[in-house]
């Protein structure tokens, strides 16, 4: 629900401030993949990227469809086989999907976990595999799994800046025994044809590696580290690829050649500069930013977005649910009530406890928000 919810949550943080005289306010990237300072975050967004149309189908399986919770799992039903092709005259209710959760965890410092999802045709469609190495390891729960929580960038444990008691910020202050992650694989596994997704990410001499690979062959791949007094340096370099796959009656060949280029970013001081392969001069950002545009994130969602895409026609198409005026009366009624207090300057303490009763039910899932404005 946080990426659905983080526009609201960045609102209401902002005037919780302004309420409270506080300075401090919470880092939240309204969009992300935009900026180059935090690369472990690029490289998620990025990621994040070919995973993002199959994590919202998993989110909206329980909306629209009967959830039986299973063994580690759940299997949606409905009558008719709605949502398939495949759809029949029979009322009575029927397994559209299913996915089933399992981890293991008896090898100290590594955590493997596995996600079967089965489909309209009432076949396994494929498999996500994950092995995590390092310490304080945990499992994702099941709500993760249906919502499409995942992460791909190992998770460095490290506390947070403290923040007010009043004002929380969405990302956990850190405690002792959160994940220290070393490397984290992540991979999507056809029944048939094997491997053909991965991305594999790892700590290595206070710096980082992710290599991104499509068919066993590498199309990304990122490397940051300590320069020590010459800052931190990350390079980003993109490969030619040729890849053909197919599933059913799909298939993809992409090809590019003449594409291969490296992305050079140099952070001294919290000043970045950035270079084209082996251009003498540093570039501005526009043109960097283009380039990385037209090269690394094409690369990723040229094919593996694709490739996710076949997949999904496995399972059952969803809808929406808009909610109606109605169902947000509640907290219509009760920002009109603050608002008439802020503007009377009575009773800002209420304000500010709604407030942060927003933030709180927010963040446990207590109050969702279907948030269909523009970007602003």
């Given at each position: 629900m946080y990426f659905r919810n983080r526009r609201l949550l960045a609102v209401i943080l902002n005037v919780g401030l302004l309420l409270t005289g506080s300075q401090q306010a919470c880092a939240l990237d309204i969009d992300p993949g935009t900026s180059f300072k935090d690369?472990?975050?690029?490289?998620?967004?990025?990621a994040q990227q070919f995973y993002r149309a199959w994590q919202q189908r998993l989110a909206e399986l329980p909306k629209n469809f009967q959830q039986i919770g299973l063994s580690g799992g759940a299997q949606f039903q409905a009558p008719n086989h709605t949502g398939c092709q495949n759809t029949n005259s029979d009322p009575r209710l029927q397994r559209v999907a299913e996915i089933l959760h399992s981890f293991n965890l008896s090898t100290p410092g590594e955590l493997t976990e596995s996600i079967n999802y089965r489909g309209c045709d009432d076949?396994?469609?494929?498999?996500e595999r994950s092995t995590v190495y390092g310490e304080n390891l945990k499992p994702m729960t099941f709500a993760e799994v249906i919502a499409g929580k995942r992460r791909f960038v190992p998770a460095t444990g490290e506390p947070q800046p403290p923040v007010p008691a009043a004002i929380q910020c969405p990302a956990n202050p850190g405690r002792a025994d959160e994940p220290k992650e070393k490397q984290r694989i992540f991979m999507i596994v056809d029944p048939v044809q094997g491997t053909v997704l991965s991305v594999n990410s790892k700590r290595i001499n206070r710096g980082s590696e992710t290599e991104f690979t499509v068919l066993g062959k590498r199309l990304v791949h990122f490397l940051t580290q300590d320069l020590g007094a010459?800052?931190?340096?990350?390079?980003?370099?993109?490969?030619?690829f040729d890849i053909s796959f197919h599933r059913g009656n799909s298939n993809i060949h992409s090809r590019a050649s003449d594409f291969a280029m490296k992305f050079t970013i140099v952070k001294k001081a919290d000043v970045l500069k950035y270079r084209i392969d082996a251009e003498p001069e540093y570039t501005d950002l526009n043109r960097f930013q283009q380039l990385f545009s037209e090269r690394v994130a094409f690369a990723v969602d040229d094919t593996a977005s694709f490739i996710m895409g076949m997949y999904l026609e496995s399972l059952p198409q969803t809808k929406i649910p808009k909610p109606s005026v109605g169902a947000n009366q509640r907290i219509l009624d009760e920002l009109n009530r603050a608002l008439s207090n802020v503007t009377n300057k009575t009773q800002l303490e209420s304000v500010i406890a709604l407030l942060q009763s927003y933030i709180t039910d927010i963040q446990s899932g207590d109050l969702e928000?279907?948030?269909?404005?523009k970007k602003p």
């Open positions: 690369i472990d975050k690029l490289t998620d967004d990025l076949e396994w469609i494929l498999k010459a800052g931190r340096e990350t390079t980003i370099e993109v490969k030619d928000v279907n948030d269909h404005r």
